[in-house]
C-alpha cells in the first residue's frame, strides 16, 4: 500500500494511514482510513462516561464547590471559579448551577473541549462558561483569562493519583492563575499503602520456568533471576479472593499533598515510615490507594480504598473502574515477624511513585535487578510460574514425544520449548517475538540449561524449507504477546498451514465460546450517561456512539475475575477451528450463527468470549471459565489471559426461553472477528 500511495498524495484524498499488528501474520501492516479515523479512535477509548457514572465522585464534587463558594460569599469575596480538565464541561456547569460569578474551564484534549463547548450550549450556560482549548500550564492571565480566579476545581487525577501530571497543574495555577487564599476543590490527598503477603501477586512480578515434578528443572540464569516485570500496576482489588492475599500491617499514610498552597507542594519528596507487622509472612508486594478531602475542613472525604479498609460499609461502596487500586514491589521479598517493627521507604517524582521495605537499620537495598524484556507481561508472568498448567501440556506432550520428534514451537516467550526438550525431543525450532530482549533472554537460557544441540531459535526470517520439512509435530500453547484479544493466537494456525497437513498437531483444535452475562457493574464503562447530576449529556453520548460506529473497538479485553459477572445461560460454541487441517486462502472467512440461550431470569448487558484449546481429543485448557459453570451463578475466571467482552448499548431483560443471537464472521488473513448480538 505504502509504494501505491505516498502519504501526501494521501493527504489529499482525506485518507491516513496508520501502522496495525496483522495478529494472524505477525507483521506490521500500513491501512489506510479516513482522516476522522484517529479522532474516532480516542474519543472512543476516553473513559468519561465512566467518570460520569460515578456518582458518589460527582456529588462529592459538587459537596466541595458549594462549600467553597459559601465559604467565599461569607468572606465577601466574589467566586471566580477555574476548572482544570473540563472534559464535558460537568463541573464547570455545577459551579455556575451553584451561584459562581465567572467560570472558566480550561482542557487540552481537542476532542473533548469540543464536546464541552456542545454539552455546555446545551444545558443553556454558553454565555456563563469561557472555555480555554489549552493545557492548563500554557494558561496565563490577562491572556486567557481576565482576572486570577479564587476558587480551583479540577480532577486530574488517575488510579496512581499524580499520573496525569496533577502536582506539576496544581503548582502552576497556584502560583500564576490563583490569588491568595484560595480555595481548592479537592484541598488535598492521602496517599495509602499496605504491605500484604501473596505468592499469588508474586508470580506476576518475576520470570520463573516452572517445570512438572518429574522433569528436570530449567534454571535461569543468574542475572535473569532478579529481573522484574515493571514494579506497578492497577488492579480492581475488591475483586482480589481473600485466599491469595494476606495484609501484613494497617495501612501507612505514606504521601499529604495539600492542593491549596498552605504548604507547597513538592514534585519530588522522600519519606521513611517505621511500621509494625502484624503476623509473620514475607512482604511480596504494597497495595497503594489514596483518599480526597473535598471541602477545606475534610468533612467530606472521597476514599479509592479496597473494601476491607473502606470507611463505607460493602454495599455503600460506589463501584469505579476510572480509579482503581495500584500494586506496586518491593524490590525484594522480604521475611517479616509478627509485631517486629519496619522501614517503609516511599518516594515520588511529578509522575510516578516508587516503594520499598527494610528492616530497622538496615538501609534499604534498591532495586539492583533489572526490568524483564517488555515482552513478558505480568500475566504472561504468572503463567510461567503456573505449574499445574504447565504439568497439563507436559502430561499430554509426552505422550507425543520420542527422540525421533522434530517439533517446530509455535508461541512466544514460552515454557514449550524448554519442555519438550525435557521430553526428549530430538530438535525444537522455536521463534521468538519481535521485541527487543526477548530473544536474548531465551538465547541465555538456552545456553545456560546446555539446550543449544536441542533448541534452535530462528529469527526474523522465515525457517528454511530443508528444517520444515524434518518437522514431524506442532505445537502452541498457544500464546504470543502482542494477541489483544483471545482469538489473536490463531496464528498458531496458520503458521501450522505452512507444513504439510499429515504432520502431528498439538493442540488439534480450537473453540471460541461465548456466554450472555448479566455484569455486576462492568458495563456502566460504555452505557450512556443520558443525564448526570441534572445535566443533559446526550450530546456527549451521541459523540461517542457516532466514534464507535468508526472504531475499532466493539470487542475489548478485560481480566473477568476483576469484573464480577452472572452467567444468564450456558456457554455455546461461536466458532471452531481444526488445527490438523490448514487454512491455506488469505481471504478465507468463517461464520456461524446461532444462539446462547438465556436459562435464568436477568438483565443482559454482556457477553463474554474466551478461547478452549483441545490438546489432544481429551484434555482441554481454557483461558475463560474454569470449572463447572453453573447458569445463574458466578463462574470462576482464569486469571492469566484476558477475556474478549461485548457491552451492548442497552442492558435487556430477559427470561428463560429468550435468547441471544450471534451472528460471527472471522476474517483468517488479520483475525478479524466481526460478531453482532441482539435478543431474539
Ligand atoms: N472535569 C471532568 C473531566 C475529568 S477527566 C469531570 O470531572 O467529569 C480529566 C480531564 O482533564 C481530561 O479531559 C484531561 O484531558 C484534562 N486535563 C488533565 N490535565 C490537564 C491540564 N493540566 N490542563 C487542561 N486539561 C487537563
Redesign the pocket.
Given at each position: 500500500m505504502m509504494n501505491s500511495c505516498t502519504l501526501g498524495a494521501c493527504r489529499r484524498m482525506k485518507s491516513v494511514f496508520t501502522s496495525k499488528f496483522n495478529p494472524t501474520t505477525g507483521k506490521v501492516e500500513w491501512v489506510m482510513h479516513d482522516e476522522s479515523y484517529d479522532y474516532n479512535q480516542e474519543i472512543a477509548r476516553?473513559a468519561?462516561a465512566d467518570?460520569?457514572h460515578d456518582t458518589e465522585?460527582?456529588k462529592k464534587?459538587e459537596a466541595g464547590l458549594q462549600a467553597a463558594i459559601k465559604s467565599m460569599r461569607a468572606q465577601g469575596r466574589p467566586c471566580n471559579v477555574l476548572?482544570?480538565?473540563?472534559?464535558?464541561?460537568?463541573?464547570?456547569m455545577m459551579a455556575v448551577r451553584n451561584g459562581a460569578d465567572s467560570v472558566h474551564a480550561?482542557?487540552?484534549?481537542d476532542p473533548?473541549?469540543k464536546c464541552a463547548a456542545k454539552v455546555i450550549a446545551a444545558n443553556g450556560m454558553a454565555d456563563k462558561i469561557v472555555l480555554i482549548k489549552?493545557?492548563?500550564?500554557?494558561?496565563s492571565v490577562p491572556d486567557d483569562m481576565p482576572h486570577k480566579a479564587n476558587i480551583l476545581?479540577?480532577?486530574?487525577?488517575d488510579t496512581e493519583l499524580i499520573g496525569?501530571?496533577?502536582l506539576?497543574?496544581f503548582r502552576?495555577a497556584l502560583e500564576h492563575l490563583l490569588e491568595p487564599n484560595s480555595i481548592v476543590v479537592p484541598s488535598a490527598a492521602r496517599m495509602y499503602i499496605q504491605p500484604v503477603d501473596s505468592s499469588f501477586l508474586s508470580s506476576f512480578n518475576r520470570l520463573t520456568l516452572s517445570m512438572p515434578e518429574t522433569i528436570e528443572p530449567i534454571r535461569l540464569p543468574p542475572g535473569i533471576e532478579k529481573y522484574i516485570y515493571p514494579p506497578l500496576f492497577d488492579l480492581q482489588l475488591s475483586s482480589l479472593p481473600q485466599h491469595l492475599f494476606d495484609v501484613l500491617a494497617l495501612p501507612q499514610i505514606v504521601f499529604r499533598f495539600d492542593f491549596c498552597g498552605r504548604e507547597k507542594l513538592p514534585l519530588e519528596s522522600h519519606t521513611q515510615i517505621e511500621f509494625k507487622v502484624d503476623r509473620d509472612g514475607v512482604c511480596h508486594a504494597f497495595f497503594m490507594w489514596w483518599d480526597l478531602d473535598m471541602d477545606m475542613r475534610g468533612d467530606v472525604q472521597l476514599s479509592c480504598a479496597p473494601h476491607w479498609e473502606h470507611p463505607l460499609p460493602f454495599d455503600k461502596i460506589q463501584w469505579r473502574d476510572?480509579w482503581m487500586q495500584a500494586i506496586f514491589y518491593p524490590s525484594f521479598s522480604l521475611p517479616v515477624v509478627q509485631d517486629a517493627r519496619y522501614v517503609l521507604d516511599a518516594k515520588h517524582d511529578e509522575y510516578s511513585l516508587d516503594f520499598d521495605i527494610s528492616t530497622l537499620n538496615s538501609p534499604v537495598i534498591g532495586s539492583s535487578s533489572g526490568l524483564l524484556p517488555c515482552a513478558y507481561t505480568r500475566s504472561r508472568l504468572a503463567m510461567l510460574g503456573n505449574v499445574s498448567t504447565i504439568s497439563k501440556y507436559s502430561s499430554t506432550l509426552h505422550r507425543l514425544v520420542d527422540d525421533s520428534t522434530v517439533v517446530l514451537c509455535v508461541s512466544e516467550c514460552s515454557f514449550l520449548p524448554y519442555l519438550l526438550a525435557r521430553l526428549g525431543a530430538k530438535k525444537v525450532y522455536t521463534q521468538e517475538c519481535d521485541f527487543v530482549g526477548a530473544a536474548n533472554l531465551a538465547k541465555s537460557v538456552i545456553s545456560y540449561n546446555d539446550l543449544s544441540d536441542k533448541i534452535y531459535l530462528y529469527g526474523e526470517e522465515e525457517l528454511s524449507v530443508e528444517a520444515m520439512s524434518q518437522v514431524t509435530l506442532v505445537v502452541g500453547e498457544p500464546y504470543f504477546c502482542r494477541s489483544f484479544l483471545p482469538w489473536n493466537d490463531l496464528r498458531f494456525w496458520y503458521t501450522r498451514s505452512r507444513l504439510s497437513q499429515s504432520v502431528d498437531v498439538f493442540p488439534i483444535s480450537a473453540h471460541l465460546v461465548g456466554m450472555a452475562v448479566q455484569f455486576d457493574n462492568l458495563h456502566k464503562i460504555r452505557q450512556p450517561v443520558k443525564e448526570?447530576e441534572g445535566f443533559d449529556l446526550n450530546l456527549y453520548d451521541s459523540m461517542i456512539e457516532r466514534s464507535r460506529e468508526k472504531s475499532d473497538d466493539r470487542l475489548e479485553q478485560h481480566s473477568l475475575w476483576e469484573y464480577p459477572c452472572k452467567a444468564l445461560g450456558p456457554l455455546k460454541t461461536i466458532l471452531e477451528f481444526d488445527f490438523k487441517q490448514t487454512c491455506h486462502e488469505a481471504d478465507h472467512v468463517i461464520s456461524h450463527t446461532g444462539i446462547f440461550p438465556i436459562e435464568c431470569k436477568g438483565e443482559w448487558n454482556g457477553v463474554a468470549l474466551w478461547m478452549i484449546y483441545n490438546l489432544d481429543g481429551e484434555n482441554s485448557v481454557s483461558f475463560g471459565v474454569e470449572g463447572d459453570c453453573k447458569v445463574g451463578s458466578y463462574p470462576s475466571w482464569n486469571m492469566e489471559r484476558k477475556q474478549a467482552v461485548y457491552l451492548p448499548i442497552k442492558s435487556s431483560t430477559v427470561k428463560p426461553s429468550d435468547g441471544i443471537q450471534f451472528d460471527a464472521d472471522y476474517h483468517v488473513a488479520d483475525a478479524d472477528l466481526r460478531v453482532t448480538f441482539s435478543v431474539s
Open positions: 476516553s468519561y467518570m460520569l465522585r460527582n464534587y476548572d482544570i480538565g473540563t472534559g464535558t464541561g460537568l463541573l464547570s480550561c482542557e487540552e484534549f473533548a473541549a489549552k493545557r492548563s500550564t500554557a494558561v476545581v479540577t480532577e486530574v487525577f496525569e501530571g496533577a506539576s497543574t502552576h476510572h448526570c
